[in-house]
């Protein structure tokens, strides 16, 4: 099966998370000049029925490491395609079970796919195609300094709305995968609900005029905005265009490291 290679930029997002010293039973665990890092997945929306993705491995690069590139021993769920628009608004599945690494700088995450890459549009399954490129995955620029003894989260948060294309009216889809790093230095985050449902509205997260992220309601109106550095921020709300409600934005929206700013419901009216 034919492995596919891609330079990531600010599209999927990569989220190393610190969970500090503050586990006893963890630093035990870790010989001196050890640390402990885990991955998380999770997804930016999009309208599609599905997104599955052929995940085959995972690596990272450790520069205290004199082989470069650690493997990350993935759990048996990824043996399968997996639908990352399951993991979206805040839901996360884990990669695997945390892994050791020497304590020093991480620069890279690589993710290589398979070939068994499909999208599912109004019930129908396409196959996802990658424009030609290396065999060796996609590699995520990422700085981090692993301390001795720490304990550490890594999410990858697919931008699916952005990683996917139609080839014209060909009938084709194009997989062009976005993915976005960030740290738990950086992990602010905001939730709400906008109502209602016929609205079918999209969302986006603004800090200044740049838009750092998006969202698509829940059934029930919820949102979650994850991996936002600290700030103000302002929600902007773009109702479908071929219904009548108006477009709306919330702005004063103060996010800071380790909270969740909860923003409480939202009615779009006519």
Same mark, same amino acid.
Request: net charge negative; charged share 20%; proline share 5%.
């Given at each position: ?31 001196? @000049? ?63 079970? =945390? ?27 396409? !196959?996802?195609? #990658?424009?030609? @490129? ?9 700085? +981090? ?7 550490? +989260? ?5 931008? !699916?709305?952005?990683? #996917? ?30 109502? =209602?449902?016929?609205?079918? =509205? ?14 698509? =309601?829940?059934?029930? @109106? ?16 773009? !109702? ?31």
């Amino acid at each position: 099966m034919k492995s596919l290679f891609f330079t990531m930029g600010a599209g999927v997002v990569l989220m190393l998370a610190s969970c500090s010293k503050n586990d006893s039973s963890d630093r035990d665990q870790n010989s001196n @000049g050890q640390a402990k890092v885990q991955m998380m997945l999770t997804d930016a929306p999009a309208t599609y029925d599905a997104i599955y993705l052929d995940v085959k491995s995972v690596s990272i690069n450790n520069s205290s490491n004199d082989a470069g590139w650690v493997d990350y021993p993935l759990d048996p769920t990824f043996h399968d395609p997996i639908n990352i628009l399951n993991y979206r608004n805040g839901t996360v599945i884990a990669m695997g079970d =945390p892994l050791t690494l020497p304590a020093g700088k991480i620069e890279q995450i690589r993710l290589v796919l398979g070939d068994d890459n499909t999208v599912v549009v109004d019930g129908v399954e396409h !196959a996802l195609t #990658v424009p030609s @490129g290396s065999t060796s995955g996609y590699k995520i620029n990422f700085h +981090k300094e692993l301390a001795p003894d720490g304990v550490y +989260k890594i999410w990858l948060d697919f931008d !699916a709305a952005r990683s #996917v294309h139609a080839a014209g009216k060909s009938g084709k889809y194009m997989l062009k995968p976005v993915v976005k790093a960030f740290s738990e230095e950086a992990n602010g985050q905001f939730r709400g609900y906008v109502k =209602p449902a016929e609205a079918n =509205p999209w969302l986006y997260a603004l800090k200044g005029a740049d838009t750092i992220g998006s969202a698509i =309601p829940g059934p029930d @109106g919820f949102f979650h905005f994850v991996g936002l550095a600290d700030g103000a921020y302002s929600l902007r709300i773009d !109702a479908d265009s071929a219904t009548t409600y108006r477009d709306s934005t919330i702005t004063g929206i103060n996010v800071a490291f380790g909270k969740v700013t909860d923003i409480g419901s939202i009615t779009l009216t006519q």
